[in-house]
């Protein structure tokens, strides 16, 4: 149980970052083309991780069930 309460934590964690790194992107699309690159791509790094959190996720629910 306890790793399925990590899970949800990691999986809240990234969920904010990704929404704050893809509005930092937004905002820097006219001002800053780097700043928005990099934010856009860190963001989609993060949500490679968000994926992989949620197959784990998955598994673990159908593991229990």
């Keep these: 149980m306890?790793?399925?309460?990590?899970l949800?934590?990691?999986?809240?964690?990234?969920?904010?970052?990704?929404?704050?790194?893809?509005?930092?992107?937004?905002?820097?699309?006219?001002?800053?083309?780097c700043k928005s690159d990099r934010s856009a791509f860190k963001a989609m790094q993060v949500l490679e991780k968000l994926n992989r959190v949620k197959y784990l996720n998955k598994e673990i629910s159908n593991s229990v069930v």
């Design 2 to 6: 306890l790793q399925i309460n990590q």
């Design 8 to 33: 949800h934590k990691y999986k809240r964690h990234l969920e904010e970052r990704y929404r704050k790194l893809v509005e930092r992107a937004n905002d820097y699309k006219y001002v800053d083309e």
